[in-house]
């Protein structure tokens, strides 16, 4: 196969890492939020599987824009952190047994204090929501 051809099969822009961590989703249509889990990330995009305590019902729909924040294991000397991010819902398969799966392209990223999330949170008035944040 020539290295035209294998560009073409693989379109993937940036490595993907397979990594379960525990997220939580917000979204301004369904405004509910929930802890879901990661599957894999990249630097464009993230696959959440759609399994929790409070999975959100009903699923999300393709061009559906979530915010996202991901939290990352603790490290010493710094307070913890989270990857917030804001995506697009490209995909959704409900076909796996272990539960549904939703890609998304994702829009914007910055790493956030985890703290500071827990903060927004307790600060809202009920039914309002942090996802624009």
């Not at 979530?66 to 294991?73: M, S």
């Not at 952190?81 to 272990?98: F, L, M, N, Y």
Request: hydrophobic content about 35%; aromatic content about 6%.
């Amino acid at each position: 196969m020539s290295p035209k051809e294998m560009r073409t099969i693989n379109r993937r822009e940036s490595p993907r890492i397979d990594i379960e961590l525990r997220c939580h989703v917000t979204s301004p249509a369904l405004w509910v939020q929930s802890a879901m889990y990661t599957e894999n990330i990249s630097r464009g995009g993230i696959l959440v599987a759609w399994r929790g305590p409070h999975a959100l019902v009903p699923m999300p729909g393709i061009g559906q824009i979530l915010t996202i924040e991901i939290e990352l294991p603790a490290s010493h000397g710094f307070g913890r952190k989270c990857i917030h991010c804001q995506g697009t819902v490209t995909r959704v398969s409900d076909g796996q047994p272990d539960g549904p799966r939703v890609a998304l392209q994702v829009n914007y990223m910055d790493f956030r204090s985890f703290q500071d999330r827990l903060r927004t949170l307790a600060a809202e008035p009920p039914g309002t929501s942090s996802w624009m944040a």
